[in-house]
């Protein structure tokens, strides 16, 4: 809807902002006096929305997908000051075309990050009942939880990122990502300096490969010609291999094509993480009072502690995730929504909070089991 106000405003001559309160509702537009009116459904009136957003939607699906009036659909792209490729606009498949338009004119990532920054609320706008929730699991209150773990829910309220802060990062849930597509993985293109090098050390190889068949030719010279052909060269060369070695090969490439890792979907909800940082791992059994009575006084990441459901892992990666596609960072503030890459998180999933101190970090088992998808 904001789109559709921005763009009419100033065909209709009515500020974006009135047109945000009216597009949805029973209002209608009166053409006569540039005016917006209240009433559309008691008048007989088309509603505002469906006289200046369907119609027009409705007119370009039938233009191009029913009809396949070329003439309008040149009118309609150029009114909207659209750029189409001719492959899109030649393309036997009508939705081709239709998708290249809307592509242009209503792009969704748009309207998406603009519901997403006008909607979601920010950080600071937490309640204090969320925060319980959740640091508490279904069937503990928050007022049974010892005052260390009750102290933490500050945290949450004040939502700060400078070091004195504790890190606290909820992870919602893991998503399976093909090693491949990991940045440290993919493949980068070549400069055109690197591109002539590959060719000339290609070229003295092929050079070199044929001086030595020369010499070879020279010093041994065949007394007799064997024609082989090329099945019975193939046939040759797959038995020179044993079939153990021939599974070891075929296994090798299975593993290496099948091979995944998990990506942590998570937000920070205080302090700042870092990659390489070490992290107290909570998982969804952790028990904050049992813990304080098995831990020394003053322990650290450093020491050995035994505590069940409580491990230390380290944060290997940091990804912001940008669609389907990971982009390397080094470190994310509160308030973020980030991916990220653990130690311990290779072969175990669960729900966690993280801390810098562990009298600090004792204070959350979570809401519900973690989903693969």
Known sequence: IEQFAQMYSQKVGISAQVLLKTLWGDFYLNTKAKKIMKGAQSKGKKPLFVQLVLENIWS????????????????IVSSLGLTILPRDSRHTDPKVHLNAI?????????????????????????????????????????????????????????????????????ICKMFAVDSKALPQNKLRPLSQAEIAQRREQARKRHAEKLINQMQKLEQNPPEKTLEISPVSASIKGMHAESPMELADLTTCREESQQKECFIAFARVYSGTIRRGQKLFVLGPKYDPSEALTKMPEGCSLNDDVSIPHLACCTVEDLFLLMGKELENVEEVPVGNVLGSLFSYLKSILFYLELKAKLLCCDCVSLMHPLRIE
């Open 60 to 75: 370009l699906y039938e233009s191009v997908v029913v009809r396949r009036d070329k003439e309008k659909i040149d009118k």
């Open 102 to 170: 809307c592509t242009q004119w209503l792009p969704i990532s748009h309207a998406v990050l603009s519901m997403v920054c006008n909607k979601l609320p920010s950080p600071l706008d937490i309640a204090a009942e969320r925060v319980e929730k959740l640091m508490c699991v279904r069937s503990r209150r928050f007022d049974s939880l010892p005052p260390q773990v009750q102290a933490l829910k500050q945290a949450f309220l004040e939502c700060k990122s400078d070091e004195t802060a504790p890190v606290i990062v909820f």
